[in-house]
């Protein structure tokens, strides 16, 4: 992966879906050794230093300046709820705030952690956010999730109440996913919605996606460029494609409302994997007949 790192072409800080913990090819970079048995960790925040709180309020700000007309508007209207900009925040207290609006909280975690952690996290409202942050040459590009990814990223839309329960179903839905062995195609559906979402709004497509939303080149690619191909929303057509992990992507899926991202993925999905196994995968980039394009 890194013998091909270019960081115009890539995807700043995307997101890394969690099924992948152990399988690459560098060691973790967080100290695992210190984490709970659930994996979470204490953030020690006084162990951050004052260039790590200036890289932070550098990353804060570069991508503030860019929300305007391509973040849809729950992001928008909640990044402010992440506190000082300026520094690292502390999750207690950004926890504190969360659990008041969506009774959401964030933990700390080493990095990645095995999707079985994960899932029960998720299913018990806990956010898992990384407590490390990117080195200065990793300004544009950072390989693994580090705390901004995490925090400006994906923490925003906790405190919508919609898409709070969506991110704890997910979770709910990992661990029976698990049981089934069709984590792969639950995995897929967390990358095209999650990290890489669109939605359509009455102002045009707006990102939600936490990969996109922290990336500084990707956000104005996903939504203005006319390279990618921006597909309609379709469950078992998601769960079936392939995603790229070091490039911009090259497909985006569009929701019409986090309603109909609620709506569509509430049935049991049981059978849905089932008939899954026998239908053949797609590529990234692949275009149906049947795919409403935008
Ligand atoms: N309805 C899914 C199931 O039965 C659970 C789920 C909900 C998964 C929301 C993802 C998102 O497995
Ligand atoms: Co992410």
């Given at each position: 992966m890194?013998?091909?790192f ?9 997101g ?24 979470t ?70 990095g ?17 956010v ?30 919508d109440?919609?898409?709070?329960d ?21 995995a897929?559906l ?28 990707e ?19 998601i769960?079936?494609?392939s ?39 797609l590529?990234?980039?692949e ?8």
């Amino acid at each position: 992966m890194s013998s091909r790192f270019d960081p115009g072409a890539k995807a700043s800080n995307r997101g890394v879906a969690p099924v992948i913990y152990g399988t690459g090819e560098r060691p973790p970079r967080g100290d695992y050794a210190s984490a709970r048995e659930d994996f979470t960790c204490e953030q020690h925040w006084e162990r951050y230093t004052a260039q790590e709180h200036t890289l932070y309020r550098r990353l804060c700000e570069r991508q503030t300046a860019q929300l305007a007309g391509l973040a849809c508007g729950e992001f928008i209207e909640a990044v402010g709820q992440l506190g000082d900009p300026r520094q690292i925040p502390r999750f207690d207290d950004l926890s504190d705030t969360l659990r008041r609006a969506t009774g959401w909280q964030i933990v700390a975690v080493p990095g990645l952690i095995p999707e079985e952690a994960f899932f029960a996290l998720l299913a018990k409202r806990r956010f898992p956010v990384t407590s490390w942050l990117r080195n200065p040459d990793e300004f544009d590009y950072v390989v693994e999730p580090d705390v901004f990814h995490d925090l400006f990223g994906h923490v925003p839309l906790l405190f919508d109440p919609m898409f709070a329960d969506y991110m704890q179903a997910y979770g709910e839905g990992g661990l029976k996913a698990r049981d089934l062995q069709a984590c792969e195609y639950l995995a897929r559906l967390y990358w095209y919605t999650v990290e890489f979402g669109l939605i359509d709004t009455p102002a045009g497509l707006r990102a939600y996606g936490a990969g996109i939303l922290s990336s500084a080149g990707e956000l104005r690619y996903s939504v203005m460029s006319p390279v990618p191909q921006r597909l309609g929303f379709d469950l078992t057509r998601i769960m079936r494609t392939s995603y790229k992990i070091d490039s911009y992507q090259a497909s985006y899926f569009v929701i019409d409302s986090f309603a109909q991202l609620i709506a569509a993925t509430a049935p049991d999905f049981a059978p849905i994997y089932e008939r899954l196994a026998r239908a053949p995968g797609l590529a990234a980039d692949e275009r149906l007949a049947t795919d409403r394009v935008f």
